[in-house]
């Protein structure tokens, strides 16, 4: 079993920045994708972006040039760099560990990020 314990959300400004955390511990696959996704009030979760443990990463258009996935594979842990902040990226973050293959998966309880006008 894996547990993801996500961290670092919270209120700010527009054009303001965001780190989140989170660290995975548990039987973890040596080779997996850890990402982020969002849910906003009203809508589905969508990807935001994710990092292989090989270091591959991938964005959603929307955020790319304003955040920066990365990963410390000897914690076990993510983290996202948001930077240049939108009251459109308002949603729950939610933290997610996969295998490769994607027929594993898990999730964090998702942490709360407000942009206010």
């Given at each position: 079993q894996v547990q993801l314990v996500e961290s670092g959300g919270g209120l700010v400004q527009a054009g303001g920045s965001l780190r989140l955390s989170c660290a995975a511990s548990g039987t973890i696959f040596s080779s997996n994708v850890m990402g982020w996704y969002r849910q906003g009030p009203g809508k589905e979760r969508e990807l935001v972006a994710v990092i292989t443990s090989g270091g591959s990463r991938g964005y959603a258009d929307s955020v790319k040039g304003r955040f920066t996935i990365s990963r410390d594979n000897?914690?076990?842990?993510?983290?996202?760099q948001m930077n240049s902040l939108k009251p459109e990226d308002t949603a729950v973050y939610y933290c997610n560990l996969a295998s490769v293959s994607g027929t594993t998966m898990y999730w964090g309880q998702g942490t709360q990020v407000t942009v206010s006008s």
């Amino acid at each position: 079993q894996v547990q993801l314990v996500e961290s670092g959300g919270g209120l700010v400004q527009a054009g303001g920045s965001l780190r989140l955390s989170c660290a995975a511990s548990g039987t973890i696959f040596s080779s997996n994708v850890m990402g982020w996704y969002r849910q906003g009030p009203g809508k589905e979760r969508e990807l935001v972006a994710v990092i292989t443990s090989g270091g591959s990463r991938g964005y959603a258009d929307s955020v790319k040039g304003r955040f920066t996935i990365s990963r410390d594979n000897a914690r076990n842990t993510v983290y996202l760099q948001m930077n240049s902040l939108k009251p459109e990226d308002t949603a729950v973050y939610y933290c997610n560990l996969a295998s490769v293959s994607g027929t594993t998966m898990y999730w964090g309880q998702g942490t709360q990020v407000t942009v206010s006008s």
